[in-house]
């Protein structure tokens, strides 16, 4: 990490403003990560997608030489890649060539970013796509539907308090000047962190860096982040929908990032919980395992969008607010208010409880492990490399290797105590028949678990103590909104 801060630190003072992340070697591929750091945070209050669709105008439009479809036919042959990503504080484009066109393909590349074409017929395609993305992508996924609620009623006082994508109506109103004065109040040289891996020469990146230097050196005002206003009740967000299943998303703010001295701990207590897409959790082997309620129960303490498509967490999405959220997901609807009792029993437990010598031990050698994973590709190397840089945090994967090192038990449970005690919950379900399970929520009454084969007298004798599990709900604290409402 020496190394790449040394360097890191040269080439900020080169630019003077630009940041570079440079990884060289010898590999025949060439990665680019490009990081301005602004995102939907910065969306005029009244106009929450304008991030994501100035993004998306450089990402899927043309040029100002080459239309859309003369830029696919330009990459075609060259079998490279470049994607968009935004989020609530960067957007990312990410790209990736075989050395032998990186000229051909940088020349693209540069023309993107820097010389973006703003057609009007790339433009309506684009924003027809985006109102879509909500009105079919978003709502037809059960489990990113309710996370986002979720993230959005935690935080709606503040900037981080609508979604991404933005809302149908915002969409439907935003113009072609609103995304060009996007761009060139946020597309500057102190919003970019420049990110390059492979086999580029140094005269190469020294061009590049030249070509980003046309950028404007300042950078628009970033509205800072209120406080979450505090959860006194467990409260719950209905979204009533045809679909055959339950899906629940809850979770309460959680000032925990990669830059507090707490992470490792809250990663570890998470992970323990529910590792994402893990068998070895607590919450999956007592749900899925044991009892057979449903397929995914996991733990997170940072935002995970596209987790059903994704097995590592993702590069790049880096907040300064977070979550302690848990996904319970999909569930049939007889079984579904028992899950959630068993979840919120398993962490009422575990804050009563703390972690056991044993999990503690199993958990932290998984991750001084699994860390290793995460940085196998140079894409992942450079996004977790700017990550930390933005945290002002060390090196991800050396410190979380350190950390669990010297961590101990009893730190873990003290930072659970002050970190999820006394806590409540926002809880989203994405259910059909809103009102019918409000009422269910709402009750007090038991739930009973049955199944098709015989379980151990320990399962059933703790079912009975889970089925009257007290779910904390009061009637009007449990709102129902239809799907066709929800980011409309």
């Known amino acids: 990490m020496k ?12 630019t003077a403003q630009i940041r570079v992340i440079q990884l060289p070697g010898k590999s025949p591929l060439v990665t680019f990560r490009l990081v301005f750091t602004t995102g939907a945070a910065a969306d005029p209050v009244d ?23 003369q830029f696919g036919e330009a990459m075609f042959p ?7 990503q935004v989020d609530k ?22 023309a993107k970013l820097l010389e973006p074409g703003w057609r009007e017929d790339d433009f309506q ?17 059960d489990e990113e539907l309710g996370k986002e609620v979720l993230f959005a009623e935690l935080y709606k006082e503040g900037t981080y308090g609508h979604y991404t994508g933005g809302t149908i109506s915002s969409l439907e109103k935003l113009t072609l000047d609103d995304v060009k004065q996007f761009y060139r109040m946020h597309y500057s040289q102190s919003n970019l962190f420049l990110g390059i891996a492979g086999g580029y020469s140094e005269k190469f990146l020294e061009g590049m860096k030249k070509d980003f230097r046309t950028l404007p050196t300042g950078a628009a005002f970033h509205p800072r982040n209120k406080a979450p206003a505090p959860i ?39 992970s323990y919980l529910g590792q994402h897409r893990m068998s070895g959790g607590v919450l999956y082997d007592v749900m899925r395992e044991k009892r057979g309620l449903n397929y995914g129960d996991y733990a997170y303490i940072e935002y995970f969008p596209f987790g059903g498509f994704s097995m590592e967490p993702p590069q790049n999405v880096a907040r300064h607010q977070q979550a302690f959220q848990l996904w319970i997901r999909p569930v049939e609807p007889p079984t579904a208010k028992f899950a959630l009792r068993l979840a919120l029993y398993e962490f009422d437990k575990l804050v009563k409880e703390g972690i056991p010598q044993d999990g503690f031990e199993r958990t932290r050698d998984f991750l001084t492990k699994y860390v290793n994973v995460l940085t196998r590709t140079k894409s992942a190397e450079l996004g977790y ?34 970190r999820l005690a006394n806590r409540h919950f926002v809880i989203t379900v994405v259910t059909k028949d809103g009102e019918a399970f409000k009422k269910l929520l709402a009750s007090d009454d038991p739930s009973p678990m049955t199944y098709n084969s015989p379980k151990p007298e320990a399962i059933m004798a703790e079912d009975k103590i889970v089925e009257k599990y007290p779910l904390g709900l009061k009637a009007e604290n449990i709102t129902v909104v239809p799907v066709g409402t929800v980011f409309q």
Do not use: C
């Open 385 to 418: 490399a700017i990550d930390s840089i933005w945290y002002g945090a060390p090196n991800y994967v050396d410190e979380i290797k350190k950390s669990m090192s010297t961590l101990t038990r009893d730190e873990v449970n003290q930072y659970i105590q002050a």
């Open 125 to 141: 395609r684009i924003k027809d796509d985006a109102i879509n993305g909500v009105r079919v992508g978003l709502r037809n996924n």
């Open 232 to 270: 006194t009740e467990n409260r719950a967000i209905v979204i009533e929908k045809d679909t055959r299943s339950v899906a629940f998303s809850l979770g309460f703010p959680l000032l925990t990032t990669r830059a507090t001295k707490e992470y490792p701990a809250m990663l570890l207590l998470a």
């Open 47 to 69: 106009k929450p997608g304008l991030a994501n669709l100035t993004a998306m105008m450089i990402a899927e439009g043309g040029t100002k030489d080459l239309t859309y479809k």
């Open 89 to 110: 504080e960067m957007t990312t484009f990410i790209g990736e060539t075989h050395v032998d066109n990186l000229t051909a393909y940088y020349k693209l590349l540069r």
């Open 78 to 84: 060259m079998a490279a890649s470049f994607d968009a």
């Open 3 to 14: 190394t790449l801060t040394a360097i890191l630190l040269l080439s900020a003072a080169a």
